[in-house]
């Protein structure tokens, strides 16, 4: 499954939804949410995301040490499952 881009319904952040891999990650970058009006730091609802890779992981990672990403709300298990082997 592609990566699905949303923008919440709050409008303090955006819901992805599918895979975060490599070649999704590009998708989503710091351009991104400056070109939708976001709020700066967002939030981004992780609740949709069915698979997740390294690249996708380090996306998450890198946009929350550069301070664009306030928080993640809402991780689905899969995003957690990802975390826990990357800290183990």
Same mark, same amino acid.
């Given at each position: #499954?592609?990566?699905?881009?949303?923008?919440? +319904?709050?409008?303090?952040g =955006?819901? /992805?939804?599918?895979?975060?891999?490599?070649?999704?990650?590009? #998708? @989503?970058?710091?351009?991104?949410?400056?070109?939708?009006?976001?709020?700066?730091?967002? +939030?981004?609802? /992780?609740?949709?995301?069915?698979g997740?890779?390294? $690249?996708? /992981?380090?996306? =998450? =990672?890198?946009l929350?040490?550069?301070? =664009? @990403? +306030?928080?993640?709300?809402?991780?689905?298990? @899969? @995003?957690? +499952? $990802?975390?826990? %082997? %990357?800290?183990?």
């Amino acid at each position: #499954m592609a990566l699905s881009i949303a923008i919440a +319904e709050s409008r303090r952040g =955006l819901c /992805l939804s599918g895979h975060l891999n490599g070649s999704a990650a590009c #998708m @989503v970058s710091s351009d991104l949410l400056r070109q939708l009006n976001l709020p700066l730091p967002c +939030e981004f609802d /992780l609740s949709g995301i069915d698979g997740i890779d390294d $690249a996708g /992981l380090d996306l =998450l =990672l890198a946009l929350k040490d550069d301070g =664009l @990403v +306030e928080r993640f709300t809402r991780h689905s298990g @899969v @995003v957690l +499952e $990802a975390l826990g %082997r %990357r800290q183990g």
